[in-house]
């Protein structure tokens, strides 16, 4: 245990994020999504896993994971095939904790299935969670953190 860490982000979690860098995509995943064969591709290259429905990881990643301010899909969502505008109530409870995040309300964007896919295999890495709820995949992009001054 670590003072002012959450206790769900493990060494293997903590460290990838730390390695990531401006741009890089980290990507939740539920537990239908194909999490290991995706992670495989990813620049880490292996998949990483915190047991926990998305919005409780979302929270834990986003208490030390700053999302880039500079585009407007830094917070993405997987949108729900033939229906992309239905927002279900994962994506509202991950919404709710990227607003808490950031402070203010924040975009969660729709990203069609496939192409939610493709985003994945260029991420940084993937998490998979333990959210058993359909359309529990999340993508964030990370930010910057400023100089102090």
């Not at 990483?48 to 834990?60: E, K, M, S």
């Not at 407007?72 to 709710?96: F, I, K």
């Not at 069609?112 to 995949?137: H, K, L, M, N, P």
């Amino acid at each position: 245990m670590l003072k002012g860490i959450d206790p769900i982000l493990n060494a293997e979690v903590l460290g990838a994020l730390r390695a990531m860098g401006h741009g890089d995509d980290l990507i939740l995943a539920d537990t239908n999504f194909p999490s290991d064969s995706i992670a495989r591709q990813t620049r880490l290259g292996r998949l990483l896993r915190i047991d926990a429905p998305a919005a409780r990881v979302a929270r834990a990643v986003l208490s030390v994971y700053p999302l880039d301010t500079f585009v407007d899909d830094s917070a993405a969502r997987m949108e729900v095939v033939g229906d992309p505008t239905q927002v279900l109530p994962v994506a509202a409870e991950v919404q709710a904790e990227v607003n808490a995040a950031e402070g203010k309300p924040w975009p969660l964007i729709g990203v069609e299935r496939y192409a939610f896919y493709e985003r994945a295999r260029s991420a940084y890495a993937v998490i998979q969670t333990g959210e058993r709820r359909f359309y529990g995949c999340f993508a964030l992009r990370k930010g910057v953190i400023p100089p102090e001054e």
